[in-house]
């Protein structure tokens, strides 16, 4: 899939993962690439990490993400 230049698309996903996920993803990005999602931040569990990630794919099902997330304790 080729994610298209929609206006906003970045800061939407950025809000939809930070709201999922209680704002508890630290230094949260959303990249945008051409054939890809990827996620960077900190958080301290497994669980918030995988509440990103499904936050990207509740908006953009059949996008390739890369959760790039590191889980910290």
């Known amino acids: 899939m080729v994610i298209s ?3 906003d698309l ?5 809000r939809v993962v930070s709201l999922r996920t209680g704002r508890r993803v ?3 990005t959303v990249e945008l690439e051409p ?4 996620l960077r931040g ?5 669980h918030i990490k995988q509440l990103a990630q499904h936050g ?3 908006v953009l099902p059949d996008v390739r993400l890369e959760n790039g997330i590191v ?3």
């Open 71 to 73: 889980v910290e304790q």
């Open 56 to 58: 990207i794919l509740d």
């Open 5 to 7: 230049s929609v206006p």
């Open 26 to 28: 630290r230094n949260l």
């Open 35 to 38: 054939e890809r999602i990827v």
């Open 10 to 14: 970045q800061e939407k996903l950025e």
């Open 42 to 46: 900190q958080t301290t569990t497994y």
